[in-house]
């Protein structure tokens, strides 16, 4: 029997684990942009596909195996780049390939984007000449809006295809830098926990393996990938001013893949990237049990509200009993219950909510992203969305009329 190359093997097995969620002739696709990390899941998928289960003793089973591939239209020849990535997951013997144009928000300039609306499912055939997009990216930037429009679309064709599970091509590198990116932000332990293995439909099974491992594959395997322009090593010193004339996006996430990684482990040893991802799993598990007794202390805490006013009733004696890590999550749990936008509640909001509970001074109503609107009286923690149609609201939303505290 021929050698298996190291990594191969490696990629191989982490798909197999997965698979074995699928049942016979279930659809999984795999999320590829041609770079090398998706390139080499979508050949360890290819290979597994028809294999899940099979050992010494069973014979085991097929599942259908397809990919997805997002154009962001971002980049002049983004339509070449999705039609080459079709072209070689389609070699590999995936099927269906679906190629899918990113939709971008309302107020978004397509510029000279052609073919069929935004969002329509094409297949390689179907796409014509490359056009650039150029879309306003609102308070979530570049990288955030492109992650949003990437991960619809890919949900999009999941729902449509039918497929029981997508495969997504992040590596331990990635979850290294997500880390450290969290760590720069002052993020809390969620934030810090990284990228989960698996939720919903999506599973990433090469989080532990390098990126160096994926473009191994490539390389036993013979694929040629290619490398996204904005992943390429920015130049060392300050950062340009975002924007100016001249100067081409360079993703926040690049410099640290270039620069910050490799100065960490020039200083502390190799090894770093490793500890980075044992540090996201082990806050993982830890943010997911402070999580459900959040959930737990907001069921408990909650009353019936006195108005039909959309908003949340909470009694402040059961969260002020509360330890204060499990509580704070509670208050931001009901913050996003009241319809504040989980991108833009912050720490300060969550610690002004809990200003009114622990630190009642009589101060007045916090106000809220999205327009909501939290308040104190007779015992009572009242948090209100915003009055529909004024997303920032009338200049304060008041509780129901109690006698203040």
Known sequence: ?????????AARNAVRAVLAELGPDDLVLVACSGGADSLALAAATAYEAGRVGRSVRSRGYAVRAGAVIVDHGLQPGSA????RAAARCEALGLAPVLIRRAAWPAGASAGSASGSAAGERRDRRSLGADAAMNPTFGAAGPEGAAREARYRAITESAQESGARLVLLGHTLDDQAEQVLLGLARGAGARSLAGMPRERGIFRRPFLGLRRAQTEAVCAALGLEFWTDPTNLAPPAGPRPEEGAAGVAFVPLRSRVRAHVLPALEDTLGPGVAEALGRTADQLRDDADLLDTLASDLLARARREPDTPEP??????AVLED?????????????????????T????????????????????????LPGGARARRACGRLFLRAAPTGTPDGPGGVRPPSTTQE
């Open 1 to 9: 029997m021929a050698r298996v190359d190291p990594a191969v093997a």
């Open 80 to 83: 070449e780049v999705a039609a």
């Open 311 to 316: 908003g949340l009733d909470l009694d402040v």
């Open 322 to 342: 509360a330890h204060r890590a499990v509580r704070r999550r509670a208050l931001r749990l009901a913050a996003l219950a009241a319809g504040c936008p989980p």
């Open 344 to 367: 833009d509640t912050t720490a300060r909001h969550v610690e002004a909510l809990d200003a009114l509970v622990v630190a009642w001074a009589g101060q007045g109503p916090v106000h």
